[in-house]
């Protein structure tokens, strides 16, 4: 059996059985003897993940619409049923995938014991420290909860008088609606003057009692006036970069009726992405301007590529961020003798996202 199996059963058995040293989502692999002194990991490319949050307001109009000018002088009342949508946030963040294509054996010198971190997608955290580097996230503003539909509530069922229930007239109804949300408002005001003939035994009570008139009027109001409600929904999508730009490229389309909809739905409205290469990485010359060579049984690691990418809604920009990307680079390695040096050991600290070296230096 070659060094490169024994080192990848090695490693397979050390991902079981090694314990968490960082967090329950990272494991701890030591270059011995077991391993002939290999460590065995795999590089990951990068995702991008578009997280959006849509509104969608319905208003329908109450079933006494017709006479709200008459009543209660109201002259904007909703006359129709309407339904609109609108996307309030949208964010960007970038995460890495494992890449198959990219594994990688990194040979350290014959008894030493070099440590290395592996994250959940087998990419390398760290060499010989326990520091990781944290990747920064954006995060969705979660949405207000919609408040509840005045129709919807208990107050509603006790302002619908049984005359209002008898009756088979609608403009009768909204005549008997009209005469309650009056016969409330002088109801609330004689007990806020002190007026009203009903005690309470304490401020609780009162507000209680305050607060359940005020339901039952803004519900026969409701009947009037029309309702508007206001749904949100969150979705993620995820797009793999390539080694081209992409240009408006549907991601997903959101429709007023139904929000998020299929890319193929043309009930909906696209909302777009877009990527721009801004730089590819490159491999790392000598001072003579010759590329340098991987070093023998060298760390492998990626010096990424930059791209920026835009998310356009309804002909406008809504998000932008730029972020490095594995895909647009390239692969080198670390001498591996830099992590077994007796007298000043180094240690290194990756990008789980691209690979890419964060921080390297001599262990502290």
Not at 301 to 314: E, L, W
Request: proline residues 6%.
């Amino acid at each position: 059996m070659n060094i490169l199996n024994k080192a990848l059963i090695a490693a397979a058995l050390a991902t079981v059985a090694a314990p968490c040293s960082i967090a329950q989502t990272s494991q701890r692999l030591t270059a011995d003897k077991t391993n002939e002194y290999g460590l065995i990991y795999t590089l990951p490319s990068t995702n991008v993940e578009i997280t959006v949050c849509i509104e969608r307001t319905v208003r329908q109009p109450g079933q006494f619409h017709n006479y709200a000018r008459k009543y209660l002088n109201v002259s904007d009342a909703i006359m129709r049923t309407d339904e609109s949508v609108k996307v309030t946030q949208v964010v960007l963040n970038s995460f890495g995938v494992a890449d198959p294509s990219k594994r990688y054996l990194a040979q350290f010198k014959n008894g030493s014991t070099p440590f290395m971190n592996i994250g959940p997608e087998n990419a390398p955290l760290n060499i010989n420290t326990e520091e990781t580097y944290i990747v920064p996230t954006a995060t969705i503003t979660e949405p207000e909860e919609p408040e509840e539909n005045p129709l919807d509530t208990e107050a509603a069922r006790q302002a619908i008088t049984q005359e209002m229930i008898q009756s088979s007239s609608t403009a009768k109804k909204a005549e008997l609606a009209a005469a309650r949300i009056y016969e409330l408002r002088e109801a609330r005001n004689e007990i806020i003057s002190g007026r009203s003939d009903q005690s309470f035994p304490d401020g609780k009570a009162l507000q209680l009692a305050l607060d359940n008139l005020a339901a039952q009027e803004a519900a026969l109001t409701a009947m009037f006036v029309g309702t508007t409600t206001v749904y949100h929904d969150i979705r993620s999508f995820t797009f793999v970069p390539t080694k081209e730009n992409v240009s408006n490229k549907v991601i997903a389309r959101i429709s007023p009726l139904a929000g998020f909809v299929g890319t193929a739905d043309l009930s909906g409205a696209p909302l777009t992405l877009s990527m721009h290469i801004d730089e590819l990485g490159e491999l790392p010359v000598n001072e003579k301007g010759v590329t340098k060579t991987f070093p023998k049984g060298g760390v492998a690691y990626c010096i990424p590529g930059k791209a920026t990418f835009t998310v356009r809604y309804d002909n406008r920009e809504v998000a932008s961020s730029t972020f490095d990307i594995a895909q647009l680079g390239v692969v080198f390695g670390l001498d591996p003798g830099m992590f077994t040096d007796k007298k000043a050991p180094a240690f290194v600290i990756f990008n789980p996202v691209t690979g890419a070296v964060t921080e390297l230096g001599t262990v502290r």
